[in-house]
């Protein structure tokens, strides 16, 4: 039941709904559930209230728009267009930008709630991913994030095709080509999706459906099971913060995390609309309708279908011809290989390092990137890969604006996506054995303070100063990694898990895995170690005496 000292006006509807679905209850157990607090944890915030935006403005284009193939006559306010034939979609969108009050800015509102709303997707699940918070009990809760990002590409391609721009029908027209490349299935798939020849009269409508409704409602479904299992499991938290893997510290979901909440959807609705205020986007009246027979240079499509266009434009001319057919591996692969690297190495990657590690703990503190340093390294080889395949897609804008031969770029990009990851990789494992090997050396004589003092035998040495007590925790949060199984047990038997081929691969794979982990371990505490460090007490004492 309601609290008695609340408002007469506002205990009567709890009453009615507590006697109705036993709510009060609920929230007495949930409203001060405790969440961990850090600036990265926003990330996937970000996302969450950008979806929001994407809904409510979407509602207000589908009031206006009208997907439809039929040809009409442009009789709008856009002088240049005016008389030109096209479709009735293309109109309906001129018609929202020009002749709508406030369609232009709620255009571009969608638009870049769309662009933020993969972006920090994509932030959100490398902050994941480096931290180790996809571990166990949280790998179906990756998978989901996986989903929904793989769905945000495909929703995205829909909306911006939707228009059918010249822009939008040129992105067509390689969604038609990738989809009859596909052995088998592919010329089924591309009659389901376009109803006919190409463009055919029928693909708007079913990809308006697909947009609005669809796919919509699978993320909106899956984004409330994210919630819900994180709800659930509890949100993880960053070493140093006080918390442990049984100790949760933060702020109660009331009021802390509600006003913050609330105060931060403002922050991301407000940036949102100063972009689609001031940052115009997909300019589809400068493009003109889709026309087969014209094609424009530097079109490119938005930045989280870069990758596709990249590994389009990198892949040689190859086709296969057997038996009357033709496989078009220069259309399959790069449509295909790349993403599915991406996704499918992401997808089981839980799985695998668990195998190769043997940890199969749970996990409520997340690693610090540096103190995992194979992981942090592979994460950054396949940044590199996606960001050169992404940079790719727009070697024909690189050639013009540094005077280079498109050809050059071309094979530039064919050489640095296999040597790119590479380096990236050695270089960022160096980098967390550095950092890692930093943390040892304050642990072990604390922080040098620029005080350099003389001792009365006349020798020179510089005060240490001690780290704050976060600080260390933060830094003695780093587990040494578990030695690998030995290949025989004390009676000079084949120990479990390392016999067979695959035995022999799982304990190669974890040598290499944990090799050259740098221990941290002290208490930080200069006074303990020589060295004439001092703590600031004992500086201040020298320092006066």
Known sequence: MAEESLPKAVAGPLNFVDDRLGTVGFMKRNVKKVFPDHWSFLLGEIALYSFIILLLSGVFLTLWFKPSMMEVHY???????????????????????????????????????????????????????????????????????????????????????????????????????????????????????FGGEFPGTDIIPRMFTLHILLIPGIILALVTAHMMIM??????????????????????????????????FLYTFGVIALLG?????????????????????GSQPDFYMGVLEGSLRLMPNWEITAWGHTLSLNVLIPALVPLGIIFTGAGVWPWLERWITGDHRVHHVNDRPRNAPTRTGLGIAMVTFYGLMWLAGANDVLADKFHLSLYSTTWFFRF?????????????????????????????????????????????????????????????????????LPAVDANGVPAKGTKGPLGHLRTRLAMWYNADSIPVEGDGDPHHHGHGELGHEEQQKELTH
Not at 277 to 297: E, H, K, M, R, V
Not at 463 to 475: F, G, V
């Open 75 to 193: 009789d709008g306010s856009y002088g240049p267009l005016q008389g030109v034939l096209m479709s009735e979609a293309y109109a309906s969108t001129l018609h929202i930008t020009f002749d709508i009050r406030g369609g232009l800015l709620m255009r571009q509102i969608h638009h870049w709630a769309a662009i933020l709303f993969m972006a920090s997707l994509m932030v959100h699940m490398l902050r994941v991913f480096f931290t180790g918070a996809y571990r166990k009990p949280r790998e179906i809760n990756w998978l989901i994030g996986l989903g929904l990002f793989t769905l945000g590409m495909l929703e995205g391609l829909f909306g911006y095709s939707l228009p059918d721009d010249l822009l939008s029908g040129t992105g067509l027209r390689i969604t038609q080509g990738v989809l009859e490349a596909i052995p088998v299935v592919g010329t089924y798939g591309y009659m389901f999706l």
């Open 231 to 264: 709800w659930h499991q509890k949100h993880t938290q960053m070493p140093g913060t006080g918390g442990t893997e049984t100790k949760v510290t933060g702020y109660p979901f009331y009021p802390v995390f509600m006003a913050k909440a609330g105060a931060y």
């Open 277 to 297: 205020t001031f940052a115009q986007i997909n300019p589809i009246w400068l493009f003109g309708p889709y026309d087969p027979s014209a094609i424009s240079a």
């Open 416 to 484: 640095a996506i296999f040597i790119g990851p590479v380096i990236a990789f050695i270089v960022t494992k160096r980098i967390c054995l550095g950092l890692q090997r930093s943390d040892a050396a304050t642990m072990a004589h604390g922080y040098e303070s620029g005080t350099i003092v003389m001792s009365p035998d006349g020798e020179f040495s510089e005060l240490h100063k001690e780290p704050a007590a976060s600080e260390k925790a933060r830094m003695l949060s780093k587990e040494e990694p578990k030695a690998p």
